[in-house]
């Protein structure tokens, strides 16, 4: 019985080394449907333990110009009035 244990353990260590990902679901499912392939269960394992997709910032360059502070709209520098909405800024 404990050896049942530890084998289900180890067949869902991909799944509970991933549960905190953004991919938890996917790496659970293949882990679970193809885990029994000896190539399912590395992939999902090695799709556990791989860092997360980095989450990349849009940098707006503010120097090049002013937002609308009625639509947001950055316009350019030194303009007087905003392009899209039409009020000054
Ligand atoms: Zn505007």
Redesign the pocket.
């Given at each position: 019985m404990i050896s049942f244990l530890f084998l289900m353990l180890l067949y869902f260590l991909p799944a509970i080394l991933g549960r905190d990902k953004s991919d938890a679901t996917g790496i659970f499912l293949l882990n679970l449907f193809l885990g029994w392939t000896l190539v399912g269960w590395v992939a999902a394992f090695i799709w556990a333990i791989a860092s997360d997709r980095p989450h990349y910032v849009r940098y707006v360059p503010v120097s090049a110009g002013h937002f609308?502070s009625?639509?947001g709209?950055l316009g350019p520098a030194g303009a007087h009035f905003?392009g899209?909405?039409g009020?000054s800024v």
């Open positions: 609308c009625q639509c709209t905003c899209a909405c009020r």
